[in-house]
């Protein structure tokens, strides 16, 4: 189960020709592939493209109906191995990842399904994590499209034109036998609109038809001599076919352009919103589209029509590419192509705009201010005041704020049973000394954050192990590798510790498991502890492990007992036993915990039944404010305050009301030796008789000996 | 909408620089609701038949980070679709709603925020950074800059605290966001359509309503926006003459007859606690040891710092003093004010049963200096002997005070505080104290201001067990340096900065750091 219910968003799959489809993006583009007769869709989850994956994975029934397969996929180049289906069979198949991550792992199969070429339309919708909100490397998916020759979609960032990309995109791929990647940025996936839907249709040839009548081509297959023979119809055929197909369907646009003009700009499809806000604020173009300086939208940017760039090219003075990240494959394409054409046109774009970086809407501006000033000056007539924000950012009360306005990554929730693990490294830490920690992609990797400032280096999804496996040789301290439940599943069993038991590496792994792939949106995996009606969960991490050769391996079923898993690592990091030592930490991601658990309780709460909610608390009076417990969690509701005592310089700890009683606070002041103005509480709702019976007499003694110790103390009046 | 969105850009026709989209960036915390209130806005802009957008990249973000949601809106029209910007632009923004007040100047600090065109409307309510929290001193950052640049940056700045609102009314900031964003105007719809909204949103609507309707009655009052919550003012009320009892009033006499006018409220306090921890006799000491030391103020001393001085040590000595041992603990635990304000704190309601645990974990060490001086000191010098009471000693103790026999327990604890004073621990608190307050006197008549600066030194103590050790050995590495910088023009400063760099980090780097340039800079003097 994903972390929220998508209920609502699988009634919009339903939506029949003609009715108008409200939403965001990637779910205008899950929609869409219904529409095209999709006949499988798999994918990895993940930001920004895991709502596709979520929702599919909530429409069953619309899905069974109309005979479309869905899978979660293991990883990314499980998904994309998934596009063989295509291959020999006319079906449509969809595949999903973030990317550049995903695409790099599914390279491989991503490489050999160009090679050979598909029958059926296979699209890979690539959600471009890059910019502002991006978790990963900022790299490029541009450079897989050119180098395995798969054709690149770069849709404006609307939902028309996202939903006719995808129309496009299989019918592209058909035409030309090629995979067709479509790349959507984060914040064209999470933008909302509209467009008109049509009917869903069933494939049209089904799985099950292919299964039943199987076809093979060894000239399909990547192996010589079709392999050479493959290299040739890229070429020859696929490509020339690709060329042809984008003209003739005008897949890429011009706006704008009559032919007088002595400047143009080209541009990436996603770019252009904010191509149309910068020369609306410079008076060049107005909100609704409308523009003085021509467009050439690159809809497709692999691979690029020659005639119909030089076209909009000659007789201009001078075009800019607008064209996102590094290197500049497109600007280096057009300036080649005007070369060969003899255009004279003075091509600008890098140097203009910053060589790295998001196009945000300043550097947009700033860009298209200078185009245009450094060649059609006139245009530019009776500027109106264009927005800016700098005299006010230069004021000294503004500049003030940066040493005031705290930096606010995202970090572990309230209550997140993987912040006992890392409180447990950390006092191990404080006994044995640092050591190499490699991090692995997951929430843990928060760890490398204050408080808790663990973790070296990060290889990649599930690399954690294998990251430290040079680390194999004689020292006086061993490596630590951190991997999450999700890492291992998706490649570390095998790359990581596989490759430790085969090479008899002798350092500490460290599974975090939290029951999901949490950081992705709470999706189910293989050793899920939940039930789930169609995927096979609850298997084994550490039958697993010990399968494939593991000997010293520790379950631990309780994070939250800091203590245990400080001597656990401990002995992990001291033991003379060889071999890599496996511990996996396992308790439930606290967030799909809270989600899960809070409406079965209100429930049972109205019902009248007895529900014990625990909080935990800090004394006021007892803290001493310096914070060793805050240096030890970092958790959201334990904060602190001001107090009025006077002999309190300092603010103390203070828990909030969002506290759901997870437990680590009380366990590391306790295995921390930290300070006893720790409690838990444990309120105790809709008491029972018998609840009332032992709180009286309680309340009866413990007041009586309260009043007794107050009657012996002379105390000043409060 | 839809209809216009298929007829897209056309080309044709000239530019129509006066239609401008409204934009609205909303700063929030994951987990806040930002979501939400953009779907709010979204909804209201359409229902009102105008073209929304809303975009946002939350990505890991939506795990406690700070995101950014950007809406913008433009009344539609029937032959063309608008072409809405995907991000904000600095300086082009109508509206930022920030959902905690850091964030409103964290949007200052893009440049989202200009006086030519920004409502600022923020939730003065504070939620602490990782990076304010765990310092071992203040690492609050300063709320009043925020206001400060608020001030000159916004058209209009409203600024309350929404949370508390929200909470008051059962709901989350983001409805009281949405009420505030009614109640400004900032936006040309009916407050009925922004009800409609959340109406419409189908999740928790009556509480949502009524955090609206506060938030929206609270922003259409004229007036100045409200400073951020400050913590509650120190407690210093001035001593009365008598409260009836004679031995305070003799302690209270005291106060009046040897404690310069300054400083009384501040030796009140110390009276105070240290009755409280101990007895009215303790007190009395206090106030002698007090009076020593201010006894030792040259008279020539200028007055702002003789009260400074006088004030200081009225706090350091009482802290000194009081120093945090198990009994104590126990004492402030088993109170029935303290009882009571765990179920105020804990929020639990009047026909709800509270019972509580305490987690302690007391080992040889805190146990053997709580023991007579002589037994203690008996049983530290046999560390075999030491090492396995540790042993038995030494783990972690859940005491369920709810119960009568955890009660018993520290009760039992809290009675035994009348041998404490023979204690081990006591004698090494006092002899540390006396070594401390002899550093400071030594410099009261050269340097006043370095004296003042030794004082303050004293809040570096802190904390139970290893922390209180860490404290120490900060405490003392500072005091190594009075000696080596006293002569100095500047030597109050740099135990200043000393001061402040201990109180960074935990493990001292930046102390160590600061200890290290004042030596470079001692040595090079020398030479």
Redesign the interface.
């Known amino acids: 189960m994903a972390e929220r219910s998508f209920a609502r968003e699988v009634e919009d799959l339903k939506l029949a020709d003609g009715e108008v489809f409200r939403g965001e993006g990637i779910l205008a583009i899950t929609k869409a592939l219904l529409q095209c007769g999709v006949g499988y869709v798999a994918g990895y989850q993940g930001s920004p493209i895991s709502h596709l994956m979520d929702v599919l994975a909530d429409a069953e029934p619309i899905l069974s109906e109309l005979g479309v397969h869905f899978e979660s996929s293991a990883s990314e180049a499980a998904a994309a191995a998934t596009l063989s289906a295509s291959v020999m069979y006319p079906i449509r198949g969809a595949v999903t990842w973030k990317s550049t991550v995903g695409t790099n792992v599914a390279s491989d199969a991503l490489a050999n399904l160009a090679s050979g070429g598909v029958t059926g339309g296979a699209l890979i919708i690539v959600g471009e994590d890059y910019g502002e909100g991006s978790s990963i490397m900022q790299e490029r998916s541009h450079a897989f499209a050119m180098k395995s020759q798969m054709w690149l979609l770069d849709p404006r960032p609307n939902l028309p034109s996202i939903v006719k990309a995808v129309e496009d995109g299989f019918a592209l791929s058909e035409a030309t036998n090629t995979p067709v990647m479509l790349e959507v940025r984060i914040r064209c996936c999470h933008v909302t609109g509209s467009f008109i839907a049509k009917d869903n249709r069933r494939p049209a040839f089904s799985l099950a038809e292919a299964l039943d009548n199987p076809v093979r081509d060894t000239s399909r297959i990547v192996l010589p001599p079709a392999s050479f023979q493959h290299e040739k119809e890229k070429v020859e055929k696929r490509w020339p076919a690709a060329i042809e197909y984008i003209r003739t369907h005008r897949l890429n646009e011009t706006f704008g352009d009559d032919g007088r003009a002595d400047i143009g700009i080209v541009m990436q499809g996603g770019m252009y919103n904010g191509v149309i806000r910068a020369l609306t604020r410079l008076g060049l173009a107005d909100v609704w589209g409308n523009t003085r300086v021509p467009l050439h939208v690159l809809n497709v940017t692999y691979p690029l029509v020659d005639d119909e760039l030089v076209a909009f090219c000659r007789g201009k003075r001078a075009v800019l590419m607008v064209e996102e990240g590094a290197p500049e494959y497109l600007e280096q394409a057009l300036a080649h192509i005007l070369r060969k054409a003899d255009c004279p046109t003075r091509l600008e774009g890098k140097g203009i705009f910053p060589v790295a970086g998001e196009l945000t809407a300043t550097v947009m501006l700033d860009a298209m201010t200078a185009f245009v000033e450094r060649h059609a000056p006139d245009l530019l007539g009776n500027r109106p005041p264009v927005p800016d924000a700098r005299p006010i950012l230069a004021d000294p009360k503004v500049k003030a704020l940066a040493d005031v306005v705290p930096p606010r990554p995202a970090g572990f929730c309230t209550g997140c049973p993987e912040r006992p693990i890392f409180a447990a490294m950390k006092l191990v830490e404080k006994e044995l000394g640092p050591h190499h920690v490699a991090a692995d992609i997951g929430c843990h990797l928060f760890s490398i954050l204050p408080p808790f400032n663990i973790g070296a280096t990060t290889m990649g999804y599930g690399l954690g192990p294998a990251s430290a496996s040079a680390f194999n040789v004689p020292a006086s301290k061993r490596s630590i590798a951190v991997m999450g439940d999700g890492g291992f599943w998706h490649n570390g069993l095998s790359s990581g510790v596989g490759n430790a038991v085969f090479n008899k590496q002798d350092g500490v792994i460290l599974i975090v498991d939290n029951h999901y792939s949490a950081a992705t949106g709470g999706q189910d995996i293989l050793s899920s502890r939940a039930f789930n009606r169609l995927r096979a969960t609850n298997n084994s991490i550490v039958a697993a492990v010990k399968g494939i050769g593991a000997h010293w391996v520790r379950q631990i079923d309780r994070t939250y007992d800091v203590a245990r898993l400080r001597d656990t690592l401990r002995e992990a990091l001291t033991t003379t036993e060889t071999g890599p030592k496996i511990i996996v930490a396992s308790s439930e991601c606290m967030l799909n915990k809270q989600r899960r658990l809070k409406p079965l309780t209100s429930a049972a709460l109205k019902r009248g039944e007895r529900v014990v909610r625990e909080r935990f608390g800090v004394d006021e009076d007892v803290c001493t404010g310096d914070h060793a417990c805050i240096r030890l969690s970092g958790c959201p509701s334990l904060s602190v305050k001001h107090t009025d005592d006077p002999l309190k310089e300092d603010p103390v700890a203070a828990i909030d009301n969002s506290c759901v009683g997870c437990g680590n606070c009380g366990e590391v002041s306790e295995a921390a030796v930290l300070c006893p103005s720790f409690y838990r509480a444990d309120i105790v709702q809709n008491p029972t008789g018998w609840d009332r019976f032992l709180a009286r007499i309680r309340t009866a003694a413990i007041g009586f000996l309260q009043r007794r110790h107050a009657a012996r103390r002379i105390a000043f009046p409060a | 909408?839809?209809v216009a969105?298929?007829v897209?850009?056309?080309?044709?026709?000239?530019?129509?620089?006066e239609?401008?989209?409204l934009a609205v960036a909303i700063l929030a915390?994951?987990?806040q609701g930002g979501g939400v209130l953009a779907?709010w806005i979204?909804a209201l802009a359409e229902g009102a038949g105008w073209v929304?957008?809303?975009?946002?990249?939350?990505?890991?973000?939506?795990?406690?980070?700070?995101?950014?949601y950007y809406v913008e809106m433009?009344r539609a029209?029937p032959d063309?679709?608008?072409?809405?910007?995907?991000?904000?632009?600095?300086?082009?923004v109508d509206v930022v709603l920030a959902a905690e007040w850091?964030?409103g100047?964290?949007a200052?600090?893009r440049?989202?925020?200009?006086?030519?065109?920004t409502t600022l409307i923020a939730s003065t309510h504070r939620?602490?950074?990782?990076?304010?929290?765990?310092?071992?001193?203040?690492g609050?950052?300063?709320s009043t800059?925020?206001a400060?640049?608020a001030?000159?940056?916004t058209k209009r700045t409203i600024a309350f605290d929404m949370a508390a609102l929200a909470e008051a009314n059962g709901s989350v900031v983001s409805a009281s966001l949405f009420g505030a964003l009614a109640g400004s105007g900032a936006l040309p719809f009916p407050r009925e359509a922004f009800e409609g909204a959340i109406r419409a949103g189908g999740v928790g609507v009556e509480a949502s309503l009524r955090a609206f309707a506060a938030g929206f009655d609270r922003a259409g009052k004229a007036g100045k926006p409200d400073l951020p919550p400050k913590?509650?003012?120190?407690?210093?009320p001035e001593p009365p003459v008598r409260?009836g009892?004679p031995?305070?009033d003799a302690l209270l006499a005291r106060i009046h007859d040897e404690v310069p006018p300054a400083a009384r409220?501040?030796a009140y306090?110390?009276?105070?606690?240290l009755?409280?921890w101990q007895?009215?006799a303790y007190a009395d000491a206090y106030l002698s040891r007090l009076k020593a030391f201010l006894a030792e103020i040259p008279a020539a001393t200028t007055l702002g710092f003789g009260d400074a001085i006088a004030v200081e040590a009225a706090?350091q000595i009482?802290?000194a003093m009081?120093y945090?041992d198990?009994y104590?603990?126990a004492d402030?635990?088993?109170?029935?004010t303290?009882?009571d304000r765990?179920r105020r704190?804990?929020?639990?309601r009047a026909?709800?049963?509270?019972?509580?645990?305490?987690?302690?974990?007391p080992?040889m060490e805190e146990v053997c200096s709580a023991l007579p001086a002589r037994l203690g000191a008996w049983i530290e010098s046999r560390p075999g002997l030491f090492r396995a009471l540790d042993r038995i000693v030494n783990r972690?103790r859940?005491v369920r005070?709810?119960?009568?026999l955890g009660?018993?327990q520290l009760?039992a604890v809290?009675?035994f505080k009348r041998f404490r004073l023979g204690a081990l621990r006591h004698g090494r608190e006092m002899a540390h104290m006396e070594a401390w307050l002899a550093l400071a006197g030594r410099h009261l008549a050269t340097d006043p201001a370095l004296a003042l600066e030794v004082l303050k030194c004293r809040?570096l103590v802190?904390?139970?067990?290893?922390?209180h050790a860490r404290?120490l050995s900060k405490y003392d590495r500072v005091a190594a340096m009075v000696p080596r910088l006293a002569g100095r023009t500047d030597a109050a400063d740099w135990v200043r900065r000393l001061r402040q760099a201990a109180?960074l980090d935990?493990a001292g780097t930046a102390l160590d750091g600061a200890v290290k340039t004042i030596e470079a800079m001692l040595s090079e003097a020398a030479t």
């Open positions: 909408m839809s969105e298929m897209g850009p056309d080309g044709r026709g000239g530019i129509r620089r239609d401008r989209p915390m994951g987990g779907d979204v929304a957008q809303t975009t946002s990249v939350p990505g890991v973000a939506q795990r406690t980070g700070a995101t950014i433009i029209r063309a679709s608008p072409v809405l910007s995907l991000m904000p632009a600095a300086g082009d850091m964030e100047g964290r200052i600090l440049g989202l925020v200009t006086p030519e065109r939620s602490f950074a990782v990076v304010e929290k765990e310092r071992p001193g203040d609050i950052g300063d800059a925020v400060e640049a001030g000159i940056a913590g509650p003012d120190k407690a210093l409260v009892a031995a305070l409220a501040m306090a110390g009276v105070r606690r009755t409280d007895d009215p706090r009482a802290v009081a945090d198990m104590r603990v402030l635990k088993i109170r029935e303290r009882f765990v704190e804990v929020a639990a026909d709800q049963i509270v019972l509580t645990t305490e987690f302690m974990h080992r972690g859940r005070t709810g119960t009568i009660f018993l009760y809290a009675s809040r802190k904390g139970y067990s290893d922390t404290g109180l935990e």
